[in-house]
């Protein structure tokens, strides 16, 4: 079993990911979300998450609008990530991996339709 320390940490992780990613879905994460996204109950990232508030990763936030695939309407309410949260090592890390993989990917693309 995890530690509690490690759950947290792993918490951070996956909101560094998800926020960091190019082709991002909305800023905002409910607990429900993250808690799906690190296997853990809601209860424990409830916690998780006013802890990494108070430690200034976090902050929360909420997210409205109309899904651009389905047309529906949606809010979000959880946390985003604050301006500290987004120089973690942990959002860098996730953001030069989404770069490289779009880099390659694009020059891939462009290749194969003689673009170069």
Not at 89 to 98: F, G
Request: aromatic content about 12%.
């Amino acid at each position: 079993m995890k530690a509690v320390r490690d759950m947290k940490d792993d918490a951070l992780k996956w909101i560094c990911e998800q926020s960091a990613a190019i082709c991002n879905h909305p800023d905002v994460f409910s607990c429900t979300w993250i808690a799906k996204g690190i296997r853990e109950s809601v209860y424990k990232v409830r916690k998780y998450m006013k802890e990494l508030e108070s430690d200034g990763y976090v902050k929360k936030d909420h997210e409205g609008g109309i899904s651009d695939w389905t047309s529906e309407i949606y809010c979000i309410h959880g946390y985003s990530l604050t301006e500290k949260g987004c120089e973690h090592k942990y959002y860098k890390d996730a953001y030069d991996k989404d770069v490289e993989w779009w880099d390659k990917h694009i020059r891939e693309s462009e290749g194969e339709h003689g673009n170069n």
